[in-house]
């Protein structure tokens, strides 16, 4: 928390100092984190996206994304295809990979963070910024479900790079996943929505049975027979909740949105433990080309998401600016390659921690920076200075 007021006050979002802090007591650094923490380090990450994930569904007004249509359908996944394209392009000459190492890059370069985008788009709506065309929302929503392709992608590419058959049902599991994530999501939440008003709970114990739901549709996904998106999900079962019950949602947002002062630091802390400098160093500048070249990529799947679209000029300016950020989930799957004893896994781990160096804390501070600049305020014209900061 020092180290993300210090980062605060040099006008860096606050994730650059617990970035930094992981940096320098993790194993590559003053190798300070007990090996137990670092073990449970994909739990703990595992949590803090459930925990932001169920702040975007108590804040994401299903009417707001009816109004803006086609673009905030596009947004979910014309972008990441389009960055995968672009490692397949850029990632064979300039790194000497084959294809399908290139596809298993591309999967996990291709995730946007919803860790560094969704309190950001929901300070932005308590402020009234971007509200006539609902830009926060349209972000959120798009930042939390091109993770679910992202992830089916990388499995999909994983099998084919480790020599197994990819077929057409492969890629059928996408909407199957999503289909059945918002299914189950809208059932609990209906059910706790109906729990809430025969049985009213505030405070924690209504925060841990919310909680626990949302664990426990989380954990059903690697049990189901069938394709089943958790995360999408618990997304879910807060946008039934804010629609049966505007009242109790907004008083379980604000109390998650305390208990993600403690989520953010142990997510980007234990990022940050994950960054090997010297690895990252060793495989030169053409990493960050690949990289820099494939976020040209999206940033083109945003512009082309968006066309016809109500948005002005600066609205979509700010958007493709707002969806460059990633670390949640290439933190989380960036070592897989090198753990299955892949040829490109080393590699593929350095392009995850570059693209996390570069893009968290750039992405972060270029959010509230353009914030005030480039959306309106209640109907008003963009502001001429910046007063936002990160959280």
């Known amino acids: ?15 650059c100092g617990m970035l930094l802090t992981g940096m320098l007591l993790g194993p590559h650094g003053c190798n300070l984190l007990a090996p137990d923490l670092l073990k449970m380090a994909p739990d703990l990450r595992q949590i803090a996206l459930i925990i932001i994930l169920t702040r975007v569904g108590l804040a994401l007004d299903l009417n707001y994304l009816r109004r803006v249509g086609r673009p905030a359908v596009l947004m979910c996944f014309l972008p990441a295809l389009l960055e995968i394209t672009g490692v397949l392009l850029l990632a064979p000459p300039l790194l000497g990979i084959s294809l399908p190492e290139a596809a298993v890059a591309g999967a996990v370069l291709a995730a946007v963070s ?3 985008i969704v309190p950001r788009m929901l300070r932005l ?6 509200a006539r065309h609902s830009v926060p929302q349209l972000l959120m929503a798009g930042s939390s479900m091109d993770d679910v392709l992202v992830i089916v992608l990388f499995s999909a590419a994983v099998t084919l790079t480790t020599g197994g058959t990819v077929t057409p049902g492969t890629f059928g599991r996408v909407p ?8 189950g999501g809208a ?3 209906w059910g706790l929505e109906r729990w809430f008003r025969r049985f009213p709970m505030h405070g924690v114990p209504g925060v841990l049975l919310l909680l626990s739901t949302a664990f426990l549709l989380t954990a059903f996904e690697s049990k189901a027979p069938f394709p089943f998106s958790g995360l999408l999900a618990v997304m879910t079962v807060g946008i039934v909740l804010l629609r049966g019950n505007p009242v109790i949602a907004e008083r379980f947002s604000a109390q998650f949105a305390k208990l993600w ?3 953010e630091i142990l997510l980007f802390a234990l990022v940050g433990a994950t960054v090997d400098l010297q690895l990252v160093l060793q495989t030169g500048p053409w990493i960050v080309a690949v990289v820099a070249g494939a976020l040209l990529f999206r940033v083109a799947g945003v512009y082309g998401s968006l066309l016809k679209s109500a948005l002005t000029r600066q609205e979509r300016s700010f958007c493709m600016l707002a969806y460059l950020p990633k670390a949640t989930v290439q933190a989380a799957i960036g070592a897989v390659p090198l753990s299955l004893n892949l040829p490109c896994g080393r590699l593929v ?4 921690v570059v693209s996390i160096v570069l893009t968290a804390p750039a992405g972060a501070w270029a959010i509230d920076f353009f914030a005030p600049r480039l959306l309106k305020r209640d109907g008003t014209a ?5 007063n936002s900061s990160a959280e």
Request: glycine share 12%; net charge positive.
């Open 187 to 189: 059932v609990a939440g």
């Open 1 to 15: 928390m020092t180290a993300a007021r210090i980062a605060h006050h040099l006008r860096l979002p606050g994730l």
């Open 261 to 263: 002062i403690p989520a």
């Open 114 to 116: 919803p860790a560094v």
């Open 176 to 183: 199957i996943a999503i289909g059945c994530g918002i299914l």
């Open 125 to 130: 709506i308590q402020e009234g910024y971007g």
């Open 349 to 352: 781990l350095a392009m995850a």
């Open 382 to 386: 963009p502001s001429n200075h910046a």
